[in-house]
Nanobody, 118 residues
């Protein structure tokens, strides 16, 4: 199983980025998908969640109204659209897959850096 994130980078405050996480080696429609983020020396924080196969979604208070999680089951990909970015959104962003109804099948991506700075 592989989860490969892309789309990170440097953006100014108020800007937007769209992260992608392409999954392979699993039956994507059976997995709830999440985006986490992590700052150096801190624990990973759940940012957004989308259930299998197509919702519902949930967000942390810190990103509610600015970030949108979505998925394309035909392309085995989950997205995180991030708008009105703030410096405090700077972190490494990871996607995470969790098999619904069966415990023990969980997978992490390698992460993508997002830096919000002027």
């Amino acid at each position: 199983v592989r989860l490969v994130e892309s789309g990170g980078g440097l953006v100014q405050p108020g800007g937007s980025l769209r992260l992608s996480c392409a999954a392979s080696g699993l039956t994507f429609v059976y997995y709830a998908m999440m985006w986490y983020r992590q700052l150096p020396g801190k624990e990973r924080e759940l940012v957004a969640y989308i259930n299998a196969p197509d919702g519902p979604t949930n967000y942390s208070d810190s990103v509610q109204g600015r970030f949108t999680i979505s998925r394309d089951n035909d392309k085995n990909t989950v997205f995180l659209q991030m708008n009105n970015l703030k410096p405090e959104d700077t972190a490494v962003y990871f996607c995470y897959a969790v098999r619904v109804k069966y415990a023990g099948f969980t997978y992490w991506g390698q992460g993508t850096q997002v830096t919000v700075s002027s």
